[in-house]
């Protein structure tokens, strides 16, 4: 069956079984000239331009007119081409969607208009994207977390130079009555943002998953859509599939529409363009040895199967609330030229807004694989390479042993001649398994540091002061510590002469090059005649 007939016979199914029923949709995709945001005369349309459902998908005419038969329940998006700008809804989101609406004029028609502004074009034709995963706010103190230690230093720090920001799911923590106050300090970024559904931005007591974003399509539109620039085009997927009195609750997959959507969409991609896939539950499985996968293995692979033909891909995932990248091969159905690489992004709260506040009333919020939260930012040149960061959130600057980059655990003193059993220790949050960490004690030569999988000694320590406290720390208390997949560790020396020693460390990042920290300890004497240490 040739793929245009298997995608014709695929909708055909899905009308005939799934929907409740059918909306004529029909307007005009147009040149906002005077950006008034409604089409004036002599407003030229714009050709090319996709409109879907999430499922059908219409091309706009060289008067840029659609029609479209959409699901009456379905919101109807544009999916913004390159080169063009959208502009903002009253609530400060792209106007790149319409509410359903069943029925419609005299001729059984809906209108839904689109508007496209051209924007102040970077002149090397890069992009640079925000992306948060999980701010997962249960009430307006944490609404005030996310605006005082994520959005507001962002801002301030030059955040609104951004092209585009991301969030992936988990937007609120089952308050899904929270999200216009998240809305409010998300949009003070002034960046045009999209959103894709987490397993808590499902409605509570939601009883099908064909029914369980009706408050998250009321804020964001469709969970499933696309948008182009000049530089990549952004695929956003709800992937988390309710499973109703079942154990585990949800599960990661696709849903039939959504494959359908693909089939018909991603053979029009541009060759030369990278394609972003945004989701919220990893593609990976995450599930310890004999639990059930967390992501449906079948849909994986019919996914993988789809991207194959796509030449520069990049996936990032939220969820998890702990930071790794994951290189997609064969063993998990990836059957491309190289590996797959999904991004699993460090969580905006952390774990879940959790550990001991700071001056400023703020938890701690250091994930469990000692990774601080914070926000990441993907920027992608003009021919498809990208670059990766991660930020973390309010870090202080005067303190060298925690940098963008890394933060070093070492002790501070130790016996001047003992074994050397006792180490220095680096968080690179960007690490992978190849990644290059060395260290140097005061001038000494560079050597490799070792990378283990154990519990990051700081927060190992953070977790006995909250075990010791005699009273509660915070509301809650920081998580327990997890094996991290990117810690290293070098044993420090002991046979150098007493008094304190400078610890240096560099680990070079892939796409941000070499990047420092240092730290010290003191060698101590101790004297058995009276038992009194000295330096």
Same mark, same amino acid.
């Given at each position: ?11 055909? @199914?899905? +009308?005939? =079984?799934?929907?409740?029923? %059918? *909306?004529?949709?029909?307007? &005009?995709?147009?040149?906002?000239? $005077? !950006? ?5 005369a ?17 091309r ?25 700008? @959208?502009? +903002?809804? =009253?609530?400060?989101?792209? %106007? *790149?969607?319409?509410a359903? &609406?069943?029925?419609g004029?005299? $001729? !059984? ?12 074009m970077r ?16 009430s307006l103190a ?9 959005v507001d ?6 955040g ?97 529409d ?16 990278l ?5 919220h539950i990893?593609?990976f ?13 079948a ?26 990248h ?9 059957h ?8 699993n ?9 959790s ?23 993907l ?31 070492a002790p501070r ?5 003992a ?8 968080n ?12 140097r004690?005061?001038d000494?030569?560079w ?22 406290a ?22 420090l ?19 941000q ?23």
């Amino acid at each position: 069956m040739s793929p245009s007939l298997r995608v014709f016979c695929m909708l055909c @199914l899905l +009308a005939a =079984a799934g929907t409740a029923g %059918a *909306a004529r949709w029909e307007g &005009r995709v147009f040149h906002d000239i $005077d !950006g008034n945001g409604a089409a004036d005369a002599g407003e030229p349309g714009v050709a090319g331009v996709v409109v879907s459902d999430g499922l059908a998908i219409a091309r706009t005419d060289a008067d840029g007119r659609y029609r479209l038969d959409a699901r009456d329940d379905a919101p109807v998006f544009v999916v913004k081409p390159a080169g063009w700008r @959208l502009p +903002a809804r =009253a609530d400060g989101l792209p %106007a *790149a969607w319409h509410a359903p &609406r069943a029925g419609g004029r005299g $001729d !059984g028609a809906v209108r839904g208009d689109f508007a496209l502004q051209r924007p102040s074009m970077r002149r090397d034709g890069a992009l640079s994207v925000l992306v948060f995963a999980d701010p997962q706010v249960k009430s307006l103190a944490d609404v005030d977390y996310y605006a005082r230690d994520i959005v507001d230093p962002l801002a301030a720090a030059g955040g609104r130079e951004a092209d585009l920001g991301i969030s992936l799911g988990d937007i609120v923590d089952d308050v899904v009555g929270l999200y216009p106050e998240v809305n409010a300090v998300t949009t003070r970024l002034g960046v045009p943002w999209l959103h894709v559904p987490g397993n808590h931005d499902l409605d509570p007591g939601a009883r099908a998953d064909d029914a369980s974003l009706a408050t998250f399509r009321a804020s964001y539109g469709p969970d499933t859509f696309a948008w182009e620039e000049g530089a990549a085009t952004f695929l956003m997927l709800d992937d988390v599939v309710l499973q109703p009195g079942a154990r585990p609750a949800y599960v990661g997959g696709l849903r039939e529409d959504q494959f359908a959507f693909l089939e018909a969409w991603l053979p029009t991609l541009p060759q030369d363009r990278l394609l972003v896939l945004g989701v919220h539950i990893p593609l990976f499985d995450t599930a310890a040895p004999g639990r059930p996968a967390t992501f449906r293995r079948a849909d994986r692979e019919r996914l993988f199967a789809l991207l194959a033909r796509v030449p520069k891909l990049l996936v990032l995932s939220g969820h998890r609330h702990t930071q790794r990248h994951y290189r997609h091969g064969p063993a998990d159905g990836w059957h491309g030229d190289e590996p797959l690489h999904e991004f699993n992004v460090g969580a905006a709260s952390g774990a879940f807004w959790s550990g001991a506040p700071d001056a400023e009333g703020i938890p701690d919020a250091t994930m469990a694989d000692g990774t601080p939260n914070g926000h990441a930012r993907l920027e992608v040149d003009a021919d498809g390479g990208y670059r990766l960061s991660w930020h973390p959130a309010r870090r202080a600057q005067d303190d060298p042993a925690r940098t963008d980059a890394m933060h070093l655990h070492a002790p501070r003193v130790l016996r001047r001649g003992a074994y050397p059993a006792w180490a220095v220790y680096a968080n690179v949050y960007m690490g992978e398994a190849d990644t290059r960490v060395e260290y140097r004690v005061g001038d000494g030569e560079w050597t490799a540091m070792q990378r283990v999988e154990r519990p990051d000694p700081w927060l190992a320590a953070e977790n006995a002061r909250d075990d010791a406290a005699a009273a509660l720390r915070g509301y809650d208390r920081s998580p327990e510590a997890e094996p991290s997949p990117h810690l290293w560790r070098g044993a420090l020396p002991t046979d150098l002469d007493a008094g304190e020693h400078a610890v240096e460390v560099r680990a070079f990042d892939r796409w941000q090059g070499e990047q420092r920290a240092s730290t010290r300890y003191r060698l101590q004497e101790w004297r058995e005649a009276d038992a009194t240490p000295t330096t």
